[in-house]
């Protein structure tokens, strides 16, 4: 018999294995760990799985709070910027006291560049999360894709973030994840970033 990977499951096991050394003292009457300490470690883990369960919980709260209020953010500054540029028209010079340079022309946009230095910030049971710094060079990216591959796999999108950073939740467990992030603009896409690889 093998011993188990998942945590149920391992939880599970421990509690039969107190269970059969406590009805069985006669079998097993000096076990390494006492069928009490056993017992004291899984009350521990179901704790800390608990805790961990509501941690989860309340940081992918906090992501789509925060992406929320993002979005609200930036439509409120597009409505302003908007009604600057309608203001001043004629008179461009004036809109850089908002911090802000006008419209450009389409034809001087460009496709973003490569998105640097993506890395898994923290991960949870079936979660992570992912960050990165925007290119440095090419046109201004408007949003990220984020691109998934199981291993043997093809790429596919599974999210699309405005931030630098993206709250990935339920992913499969136990398997090898290649994660990789691509800029974009109205121009079109930037060169993938380098891939990074987790197992959850």
Same mark, same amino acid.
């Given at each position: 018999m $093998?011993f188990?990977?998942r945590? !149920?499951?391992?939880?599970?096991?421990?509690l039969?294995?107190?269970?059969?050394?406590?009805q069985?003292?006669?079998?097993? +009457?000096?076990?390494?760990?006492?069928?009490a300490?056993?017992?004291? $470690?899984?009350?521990r883990f179901?704790?800390a799985?608990a805790a961990?369960?509501?941690?989860d919980?309340?940081?992918?709260?906090?992501y789509?709070?925060?992406? $929320?209020?993002?979005?609200a953010l930036? /439509?409120?500054?597009?409505?302003?910027?908007?009604y600057?540029?309608?203001?001043?028209r004629?008179?461009?010079?004036k809109?850089?006291g908002?911090?802000?340079?006008?419209?450009?022309?389409?034809?001087?946009?460009?496709?973003?560049?490569?998105?640097? /230095?993506? !890395?898994?910030?923290?991960?949870?049971?079936? =979660?992570?999360?992912?960050? =990165?710094?925007?290119?440095v060079?090419g046109?201004?990216? !408007?949003?990220?894709?984020?691109?998934?591959?199981? *291993?043997?796999?093809? =790429?596919?999108?599974?999210?699309?973030?405005?931030?630098?950073?993206? *709250? *990935?939740s339920?992913? +499969?467990?136990?398997?090898?994840?290649d994660?990789?992030?691509?800029?974009?603009?109205?121009?079109?896409?930037? $060169?993938?970033? !380098?891939?990074?690889?987790?197992? *959850?």
């Amino acid at each position: 018999m $093998q011993f188990p990977e998942r945590e !149920a499951d391992i939880a599970a096991l421990a509690l039969l294995l107190a269970q059969g050394l406590e009805q069985a003292p006669e079998d097993f +009457p000096a076990p390494p760990v006492p069928p009490a300490e056993l017992r004291v $470690q899984l009350d521990r883990f179901n704790t800390a799985l608990a805790a961990s369960v509501g941690a989860d919980s309340a940081l992918r709260e906090q992501y789509a709070a925060k992406d $929320q209020a993002l979005v609200a953010l930036k /439509d409120a500054m597009k409505a302003n910027l908007r009604y600057a540029e309608v203001e001043v028209r004629g008179q461009p010079e004036k809109l850089s006291g908002l911090g802000w340079g006008g419209r450009h022309g389409a034809s001087n946009l460009e496709p973003p560049g490569e998105v640097r /230095d993506i !890395a898994v910030r923290t991960e949870g049971d079936t =979660w992570l999360v992912l960050d =990165w710094r925007p290119p440095v060079d090419g046109g201004l990216a !408007a949003a990220y894709q984020v691109q998934r591959r199981k *291993l043997g796999g093809s =790429w596919e999108d599974v999210a699309t973030a405005v931030d630098n950073d993206c *709250l *990935l939740s339920h992913q +499969p467990r136990g398997v090898e994840l290649d994660l990789r992030v691509v800029a974009v603009n109205k121009t079109g896409a930037g $060169q993938p970033s !380098a891939t990074v690889t987790v197992v *959850l």
